[in-house]
């Protein structure tokens, strides 16, 4: 049997990705996802996890520098064989250095002098850093909202806008694969973008449930912590 | 070359029975596969997704009556036309097979979640079956005018 249809099984055992964003309890759990995953050959296991170990903000230290995750992602990508998957791969590095370009600018740094983050804009990101999306309106069309609601501070849209990004990538990627190593790899990576976006969620309504706390408290300022009134 | 011509003509009629039979396997294979992942998602209804998964069993079928149809004594003169027809008439079946266990997998991977869906899903693999069909009456047809 071609390798079209080598994880009919796997993919016909997981949940429809779309589910993961519209169901109120997750259809899926990491620890379920990975019993499944158990199907995949130990090559495609490693190239998955080659992706996961680049596109998985988990995988990261938060003191990563710039410089150590271009390496890894050059690193990667010779290991990565599947042709959609590597396109996919340098989408999403692109994605993420014009992001981290915005970022910098944000913060007022200078045009980098050395080719900037990872893909095809490394040298036309900071050749044209003064411009508002760095002259990539047409490539990145995605790039005017992200810059849009970073100058409005607010972080919590432009990861949810970010996300949102991703995952149109991911199923334009998608669309032509069901049931090959392909498909797998992008259901994981759509499974890492749903956490994220899970995650995400808990910390707008700890967010929230903060500021409507704070909000009560201050209405009965009289009441002490033994609950007696003065 | 006599020989050769000959070996070709009973190639042709054990051709769309041999390749029947792989398309046959291969999409049950496939159809299979799928609904068994599917019977580890759901809780009911594994008894729709096996019966899908049979659906490419017709075309080993098509290619048996196919080749009762072309037996005959083989002849240098008879030969080319059993060769044609026989083999097209396999490649035709073979990939319609493989198609349509394709089609299954996907009407059972979307069956799974919307089981409202099943009947409509099922749709292309129909279709599917219908070109295999014409493969199958046409190659009855045809093979009438052979000597």
Known sequence: ?230 | MNELVLALGWLGIYAPMALGTVASAIGCSIAGQASIGAMTEVDSGYGRFVGISAFPSTFVIYGIVIMFTLNREVTPENAGGLFGIGILAGIALLYCGISQGRACASAINAAKEKPEIFGLALAPAAIIEGFGVFAFVFALVISAGIS
């Open chain 1, 1 to 230: 049997m071609s390798t079209q249809d080598s994880y009919t099984a796997l993919m016909c055992s997981l949940p429809r990705s779309e589910r993961l964003f519209v169901d109120r309890l997750p259809p899926l759990s990491r620890l379920r996802l990975n019993k499944r995953l158990r199907a995949l050959s130990p090559e495609d296991a490693k190239v998955l996890h080659i992706l996961e170990h680049v596109l998985s903000w988990q995988e990261y230290d938060i003191e990563i520098t710039e410089a150590q995750a271009v390496d890894r992602a050059k690193q990667a990508l010779p290991l990565i064989p599947h042709s959609t998957l590597r396109r996919l791969f340098m989408d999403r590095m692109e994605l993420r250095s014009a992001v981290a370009a915005l970022r910098l600018r944000h913060r007022g740094e200078p045009a980098p002098i050395a080719p900037f983050g990872f893909g095809r804009w490394t040298r036309h990101i900071p050749a044209h850093w003064s411009e508002p999306t760095f002259g990539l309106d047409a490539p990145l069309p995605w790039l005017k909202q992200a810059r849009h609601l970073l100058e409005q501070n607010d972080p919590l849209g432009l990861e949810r806008h970010l996300l949102d990004t991703s995952h149109r990538q991911l199923k334009r990627y998608g669309a032509r694969h069901h049931f090959d190593f392909e498909a797998v790899a992008i259901y994981v990576l759509t499974w890492n973008i749903f956490d994220r976006w899970a995650h995400s969620n808990a910390e707008a309504a700890a967010e929230r449930f903060e500021v409507l706390s704070q909000q009560a408290m201050a209405a009965f300022g009289d009441i002490n912590l033994e609950g007696t009134h003065p």
